[in-house]
């Protein structure tokens, strides 16, 4: 029996490595996709006219501002209500607890709430909104931590309150008019479900039926690096399968003429001198200091420090610029930076996967995609919750859910043991010495939003 493939449109859509994955799970068809730059629309449709995306798959570049709903229905043919999902994951750097929080003077102008004015229009049947972890945490108004109560400072007002973004968003997105959605969010890394890379994420499942979806729980964990055997993180479980590494996807890949964001000749200097598995603590301390300049002395662990990777852990979170001293990711044999053909391996793209653009463009496509895999897992719950629906001619849940829930579902994953009591550890390929890492302590964790 041949199933029905449900519609997407896809919104920031990048490199389609969301939307890859929800096709990949042969449930899906992508009918239309926004994207503000040109190289990745450039990337779209070259692999549309190699046959690797649908040929009918409509492209409007331009800001999201420009474009209008009713644009992407007159182009597909479908009408407000017809669509089965809305998926992407707008642009929050501001978000991200890796850099500086800024403040959000006026949210509904935001890239959260343009992707809200699309579901809005078009009201799909469900929504899949995917974005950074911190998302969850940012208030609409930023309190500097040296101006926050506990260093004397005035209370916080409820615009500063931690979570009051995603609150609002809450707000505003039950007042859909005509079919207000309920949502649900979850908290989960990549690494998890068998992708090759720790990646840590925030997806919001939204739709208009008062379906209370769950993501499935972890199907991958730690081997404490010795293959044949597995550690079970969760005695009462099955047996997890071990992580996918670095080693099982580029171990294998040999690359005449790469495309590559290299190290300079001075930061390969310092590289060279860092065995595999290690990082700026295994330099001589004269060389840190020389290397790191007031980095050196500031608090923090900064494990990505003139970091070498190592074939037998997952790779950690792919950053846009491979060859930065401080978040570097070079390759655990040879003195050099990733690849962007080992890039989009870690994400999992297919190996024919074309990417346009200027160098610093690929690497940004192939960086900040979503992992391939975590597309494919989340598009499997839809699907079937779309099947139960179908099957009901469409008719809502009777019930309505009593909140939002927030869902962590062992999202935080820690790998590895870098320093410890004045030791360096350095974690080599094989090395059944390696030192081992705590496992988690929660698998999942549900509160209300």
Request: net charge positive; charged share 25%.
């Amino acid at each position: 029996m041949v199933q029905k493939k449900y519609t997407v449109v896809s919104l920031f859509s990048g490199a389609m490595g969301l939307d890859l994955g929800l096709e990949q799970t042969g449930r899906f068809r992508v009918v239309a996709c926004v994207e503000k730059e040109h190289a990745f629309c450039e990337t779209i449709r070259a692999n549309q006219r190699a046959g690797r995306l649908a040929p009918g798959l409509k492209v409007f570049e331009g800001d999201i501002s420009g474009v209008t709903p009713q644009d992407i229905l007159d182009a597909t043919g479908l009408k407000a209500g017809e669509i089965d999902l809305v998926t992407g994951g707008p642009p929050c750097q501001s978000f991200s607890t890796a850099g500086k929080r800024g403040t959000v003077q006026d949210p509904r102008g935001t890239l959260p709430w343009q992707y809200l004015r699309f579901v809005e229009a078009l009201q799909p049947r469900f929504f899949l909104m995917e974005n950074v972890r911190g998302l969850l945490s940012a208030a609409l108004r930023h309190r500097p931590i040296n101006q926050r109560p506990e260093k004397g400072g005035p209370p916080l007002k409820a615009d500063e309150e931690p979570g009051s973004v995603i609150r609002l968003f809450a707000e505003d997105i039950q007042k859909v008019s005509g079919c207000g959605y309920h949502m649900d969010c979850f908290e989960v890394n990549a690494v998890n479900y068998g992708a090759p890379q720790l990646r840590e994420r925030a997806l919001f499942i939204g739709n208009r039926f008062n379906a209370v979806v769950n993501f499935p729980d972890p199907t991958h964990g730690s081997s404490n690096g010795e293959k044949p055997k597995q550690q079970t993180l969760f005695p009462e479980d099955e047996v997890l399968q071990p992580w996918m590494t670095l080693g099982d996807v580029i171990g294998d890949l040999s690359e005449a003429d790469p495309v590559i964001m290299d190290f300079s000749p001075r930061k390969k200097s310092f590289l060279s001198l860092v065995p595999p598995g290690s990082n700026w603590r295994s330099l001589p301390e004269e060389v840190q200091k020389q290397s790191m300049g007031k980095a050196w002395v500031a608090k923090g662990g900064r494990s990505g420090w003139w970091r070498r990777l190592n074939f037998d852990l997952p790779c950690p979170t792919l950053v846009t610029m491979p060859n930065h001293a401080s978040t570097s990711l070079c390759h655990p044999t040879e003195v050099r930076a990733l690849t962007l053909k080992e890039y989009a391996r870690i994400q999992e793209f297919p190996d024919d996967w074309e990417f346009c653009g200027k160098t610093h463009e690929q690497y940004a496509q192939a960086g900040n995609a979503v992992p391939v895999r975590l597309g494919r897992v989340a598009g499997n719950v839809i699907a079937a919750e779309l099947d139960r629906l179908a099957t009901k001619n469409w008719e809502p849940y009777p019930a309505k859910p009593e909140s939002f829930r927030i869902i962590y579902v062992q999202s935080h994953v820690r790998t590895r043991q870098w320093f410890k009591n004045g030791k360096t550890f350095v974690w080599q390929d094989d090395d059944k010495d390696n030192p081992t890492y705590a496992s988690p302590k929660t698998k999942r964790r549900s509160k209300a939003l």
